[in-house]
């Protein structure tokens, strides 16, 4: 399977506040790629900068959502699936930041981390930290390229007994 994992971190309530975005690209069960970006959201107003850190100032001088989608686009060509922790969130945002810039959203289906983590190993809660902690997967939690990567990781192990021993290699 090979699929793109995915993180956004948002400026404030409106799904259309991304602000960063981590993307792993994974192929046969092995990290292809590795991609983070800040993003200046429509707003100057950071609501959520206790929670990840970045400030306006951070990313007043970042291409905006429309301006980056032509870097990113292509991470979400040839995949099976996007991997996101929560994923309605991150589905939700990636949708209102196309709409918001005039852009086709991929099509893609999503499958969340987290509904998987309670399906395959019965972890309970499953914020990303705890299901993290549970496996063994280095987190720096908010960092969007930390939990797109974190993501990646829990969804090659949950990957792991469908990839053939052979596409291994």
């Not at 069960?29 to 950071?46: D, H, K, M, N, T």
Request: glycine content about 6%.
């Amino acid at each position: 399977m090979n699929f793109l994992a995915l993180d956004f971190e948002t400026a404030d309530y409106g799904p259309d506040s991304a602000c960063a975005v981590g993307l792993i690209r994974v192929r046969d069960g092995r990290i292809e790629s590795r991609a983070a970006y800040l993003i200046r959201p429509p707003r100057p107003e950071f609501v959520f900068t206790y929670i990840h850190g970045i400030r306006w100032e951070d990313v007043e001088q970042m291409p905006t959502f429309g301006k980056l989608w032509p870097t990113i686009k292509p991470m979400f060509q040839e995949v099976d699936f996007v991997a996101a922790h929560n994923a309605s969130f991150d589905q939700g945002v990636l949708y209102a930041c196309c709409e918001s810039a005039g852009l086709e959203p991929p099509d893609v289906p999503f499958r969340c981390t987290m509904v998987e983590a309670r399906r395959q190993w019965g972890i309970y809660p499953t914020k990303l930290p705890d299901v993290c902690r549970r496996l063994g997967i280095e987190l720096r939690h908010h960092d969007a390229s930390s939990d797109a990567e974190a993501c990646a990781q829990i969804m090659i192990k949950v990957l792991a007994p469908q990839v053939s021993p052979r596409s291994r290699r």
